[in-house]
């Protein structure tokens, strides 16, 4: 089993910045490969960014490149998406996802790869 507590969410305006966060227990972080992902009201949830086991390798989706970083601690078992340049339409519930699939190298960006979810995080982004 593995545990993921996200934070960090909050109400922001827009082209402002927020950090978030997720740590994770019950498991070998260094041996999860870790994705973030958002549903806003009324829709599916979608792919944010995902990041390799190690950290070297990264993935995003195109709406969020440059201004989003995904990055880990092995050592600190934590997962945290720097989000830059928000926007309005980046307004939704953010959630961490583990998956027990840690190849080199290999990212997951459908939500089907995933194992374990965080109970999510609310970012809301004001014009």
């Known amino acids: 089993q593995v545990q993921l507590v996200e934070s960090g969410g909050g109400l922001v305006q827009a082209e402002g910045s927020l950090r978030l966060s997720c740590v994770a227990s019950?498991?070998?972080?260094?041996?999860?490969?870790m994705g973030w992902f958002r549903q806003a009201s009324g829709k599916e949830r979608e792919f944010v960014a995902a990041?390799?086991?190690?950290?070297?390798?990264?993935y995003y989706t195109d709406s969020v490149k440059g201004r989003f970083t995904i990055s880990r601690d092995n050592a600190k078992n934590t997962l945290w998406l720097q989000m830059n340049a928000l926007k309005p339409e980046d307004t939704a519930v953010y959630y961490c996802?583990?998956?027990?699939?840690?190849?080199?190298?290999?990212?997951?960006?459908?939500?089907?790869?995933?194992?374990?979810w965080g109970q999510g995080t609310q970012v809301t982004v004001s014009s």
């Open positions: 996802a583990a998956s027990l699939y840690a190849f080199p190298g290999v990212m997951f960006t459908t939500t089907e790869r995933y194992h374990y």
């Open positions: 019950g498991r070998t972080f260094s041996r999860l490969s």
């Open positions: 990041v390799g086991w190690s950290g070297s390798n990264t």
